[in-house]
């Protein structure tokens, strides 16, 4: 972790008041936190969703989210007051002095312009290089931060890299101007536990290389025990308590932390074995899918049976969403077959029927960019419900009102709300509540934890637990989170270079021997040891991780 230098403070934020907007009333949602953070140190910020870790995050930025206010407090950065700086003062800092990490790095590129062009923008702009010379000095940050291919990557378009290397561009794009401080928010919270090894070595390095001090916001307690010199706690906008990570990690004061730092207690018994005559609910078998003339799914095979959970799992890239895409009809197979209720699917989705297309329904991982912005909560949901159920007027209301009690947020307080006004955590609830609206007999469950703490990914495992068990239901559970897997599902499929290569029982896959590429998933999940990515970056190779993983799997 980085040495704290000896100087004054880079970043000083005193009674820090935030407040937000809803029905013309302005509510406080942060109470007054303080910060203080000094060149090369890193700040981990944690708490659940809907903590006020993105808003204090932004916040020390001088910036706030369209319907957020500062309403007291200071904020300064290097001497300067951000709350009441210019427009023109904070264009000056932002980007060039200050830079923002965001936890969704697909709806932050532009995609109409390639990676290296949006690169060089902030430079340029900021008088720091010129465009050739930031276009070089990109080529050799995408090479610090280990992307393949570094000459070259940065001239694709964002669509035509993976999400752990996108969220990579982010960074370097951040340190483009060589900040004194970035913001990283949730940067890795949508990577699987190979590539988030990847990326987190990466960030660490630089950070360290520059100098540059961070806030780390995350959810994640694992991956800030990695990154983070000190650790501040937030619950609904109020500070729980900060030290030092060791301090905090082993001697936690407050009840509230040591509820974060237990162990997930959530995990659903091993079902036993399916009848062998069982007509399974989805079964996709000899599967082979192509993206144009690349394939992408090499004869994939497995079922789903009523009220049982599969986990796929695999690293990025590997097709377990373009397995979905295939059983969702949006992504026509090249050859094999989806079958329903033990009847084939039309492989194309415009070519099911609306019954078809009510019986399955997806959860998508990115909520940031599934929800329309424009909408509505009541709207979001309360078109499928009109749609598949024929719901209209108050039937319909009432029906979205149940939907938003069964996901745990207050009908009154969210139901005329938009995406823009909720956190992370709850923008995933209103997904699987739009999903639930059709009420249908298999869900694809994408990623759907991704976004949420602990605490809450808890609640809403246990949520979708009882919703299998009195509804019948069948998911398919898209994760790189093996705590999820060992807590909900039944059965697992992992997959790699969109092969499946090992399936079975969940008590079985998680028995050694392993199959060399679990094996590996297994070993880079997180733990709460601030010394724990050290050892393992030393026990793979530091100098090349995607190398030593590679010979791990043999």
């Not at 950070?207 to 609904?236: G, W």
């Not at 979001?380 to 007027?393: A, H």
């Not at 999903?435 to 246990?462: M, W, Y």
């Amino acid at each position: 972790m980085a040495q704290l230098m000896d100087n004054d403070l880079l970043l000083k934020v005193r009674g820090l008041k935030i407040e937000g907007r809803a029905d013309e009333t302005w509510n406080q949602i942060v109470n007054g936190v303080d910060l203080d953070l000094k060149k090369g140190e890193v700040l981990g910020l944690i708490g659940e969703s809907g903590a006020g870790k993105s808003t204090v995050g932004l916040a020390s930025m001088g910036f706030t989210r369209d319907g957020c206010r500062i309403s007291g407090g200071s904020v300064e950065f290097d001497g300067i007051d951000l709350v009441n700086a210019s427009a023109n003062v904070k264009r000056q800092l932002l980007g060039k002095r200050i830079a923002y990490v965001a936890q969704s790095a697909a709806a932050s590129f532009n995609p109409a312009h390639k990676l290296i062009d949006q690169h060089t923008e902030g430079p340029t702009q900021h008088g720091v290089m010129s465009k050739s010379e930031s276009e070089n000095d990109g080529i050799e940050l995408y090479r610090k931060l280990r992307l393949p291919d570094p000459d070259s990557i940065g001239f694709r378009y964002p669509h035509q890299v993976s999400g752990g290397q996108l969220q990579r561009a982010m960074t370097a794009m951040a340190m483009a101007c060589r900040p004194d401080l970035i913001i990283f928010d949730e940067p890795t919270t949508a990577l699987d536990v190979t590539t988030q090894i990847e990326v987190l070595a990466s960030i660490r390095e630089i950070v360290e290389e520059y100098n540059t001090a961070a806030i780390y916001i995350t959810h994640d307690l694992a991956v800030v025990a990695q990154m983070a010199d000190k650790i501040k706690v937030l619950l609904k906008g109020d500070e729980v308590e900060e030290a030092d990570t060791r301090t905090m990690l082993s001697a936690p004061k407050e009840d509230y932390t040591k509820s974060l730092w237990a162990v997930r207690s959530f995990e659903r018994p091993q079902k036993p074995p399916v009848a062998v005559d069982a007509t399974p609910v989805v079964r996709v078998h000899n599967v082979t899918a192509a993206y144009g003339t690349v394939p992408v799914l090499h004869d994939v095979s497995f079922d789903i049976h009523e009220g049982r959970t599969v986990a796929v799992v695999g690293e990025s890239g590997s097709g377990k969403s373009t397995t979905a895409r295939c059983i969702t009809g949006l992504l026509p197979p090249k050859q094999g077959h989806i079958e329903f209720d033990g009847q084939p699917l039309p492989l194309d989705y415009r070519k099911r029927t609306k019954d078809q297309l009510r019986q399955a329904q997806m959860i998508y991982q990115m909520a940031d960019t599934a929800l329309n912005p424009r909408s509505k909560i009541g709207d979001i949901i309360g078109r499928p419900v009109e749609f598949y159920l024929g719901l209209k007027g108050a039937a319909k209301r009432k029906r979205v009102e149940e939907l938003l009690d069964q996901i745990e947020l207050e009908p009154s307080q969210y139901i005329d709300r938009l995406p823009s006004e909720l956190s992370g955590g709850q923008k995933q609830r209103i997904g699987i509540a739009r999903a639930l609206a059709a009420e249908p007999k298999f869900i694809i469950c994408d990623e759907v934890t991704s976004a949420l703490d602990q605490l809450v990914a808890e609640g809403i495992l246990r949520l979708l637990a009882k919703l299998q068990d009195d509804l019948k239901l069948s998911y398919m559970f898209i994760t790189h989170d093996l705590a999820t897997v060992k807590a909900i599902a039944d059965e697992v499929v992992v997959m790699k270079d969109g092969k499946v290569v090992e399936q079975g029982l969940k008590n079985d896959m998680f028995q050694p021997p392993h199959h060399p590429y679990t094996d590996l998933l297994l070993s880079s999940v997180p733990e709460m040891d601030p010394d724990w990515l050290d050892n393992l970056l030393a026990e793979r190779g530091v100098d090349n991780i995607g190398d030593a993983a590679v010979d791990k799997m043999g």
